[in-house]
């Protein structure tokens, strides 16, 4: 199963349309989309089962975590990029 596959199927689950982050507690994976941009490349990061999806401007658009559960720190990473890229509230 190809990238784009595997991401189209897991925000297929039931209750994961629409969401910033998703998380499949069958293959303990989570995908946290950091801003609404799509991803042109992909880094790699084995050590921490880690992929980075990349915008055209080669920043960060989503991290997809495998074992999610045993990476709390890159969890955490993703999340701080997150609200980064979240809108102000004073715009609302």
Known sequence: MGREEYLRRL???PGNQDKNIVYDPVTDSMYVKLRPDTGVDSQVDDARDLV?????????????????????????EALRLMRRHAPSRAAE
């Open 11 to 13: 925000y297929e689950r």
């Open 52 to 76: 980075i999806d990349l915008g055209a401007d080669g920043e960060p658009v989503g991290y997809d975590i495998q074992h999610a559960s045993d990476h709390p720190d890159v969890v955490a």
